[in-house]
């Protein structure tokens, strides 16, 4: 069943960041990216300061755009639990849709973020510690589940840090199969459509290997 389109609310926000991400990567490109200003920003955006920082902590934040990070709540409890389907790599999938979800997934701004990215590497430093820090989350969340339903692998610490990084690792090469199909992609699909085609590949993958 498909997901429910966003309400016009839901789609005003998402349209104001994604306004301020535009702004700030436009003018990071036209005068490099010491020039770029919160009052600049809000300006080209059409926003005042104060609902920039209801969007934004930073100007930095505004250039690199959302970091990637886990759900709280229900989606959360349940993948820690065990769910929703018992099968780890098909529910880090699931996690993983609903984290990308809250992501603004523009083509436009992917290929602008890369340009600016590729002339500043304090901001590629910083976009790949958040990556960095995003996989810990994951390992994290598999640990809690595989010590929920691995009863073995609650007394062997080590084993239980292994796997729990591999899945991560795993996770974050579909997520990034996902981000290369979409951003590359010639047709109208979302990232959240190309994260699930990902991860049903990768089980299709890895069914075919036990056969």
Wanted: cysteine-free; proline content about 4%.
């Amino acid at each position: 069943m498909p997901d429910a389109e966003p309400g016009l609310r839901e789609r005003k926000r998402r349209a104001t960041r994604t306004a301020i991400q535009q702004a700030a990567l436009r003018i990071a490109i036209e005068s490099g990216w010491p020039a770029v200003t919160v009052d600049e920003i809000a300006r080209r955006a059409d926003v005042s300061p104060r609902t920039f920082f209801n969007y934004f902590p930073s100007k930095e934040q505004a250039i690199l755009g959302d970091d990637p990070t886990l759900p709280e709540g229900d989606a959360l409890d349940v993948f820690r639990a065990g769910g929703p389907s018992g099968e780890l790599l098909a529910d880090l999938g699931t996690l993983l849709v609903h984290a990308a979800e809250e992501l603004v997934d523009d083509r436009g701004l992917l290929a602008e973020r890369q340009q600016v990215l590729r002339a500043a590497p304090e901001l590629f430093s910083r976009r790949m510690a958040s990556m960095k820090e995003f996989q810990a989350q994951v390992e994290d969340a598999v640990a809690v589940r595989l010590t929920a339903t691995e009863t073995d692998l609650a007394d062997d610490r080590d084993a239980l840090r292994r796997r729990a990084r591999l899945a991560s690792v795993v996770a974050l090469a579909a997520l990034r199969h996902a981000w290369w199909e979409w951003s590359d992609g010639a047709t109208e699909t979302h990232l959240v459509d190309e994260l699930r085609r990902s991860f049903d590949e990768l089980g299709a993958l890895v069914s075919h290997s036990l056969v």
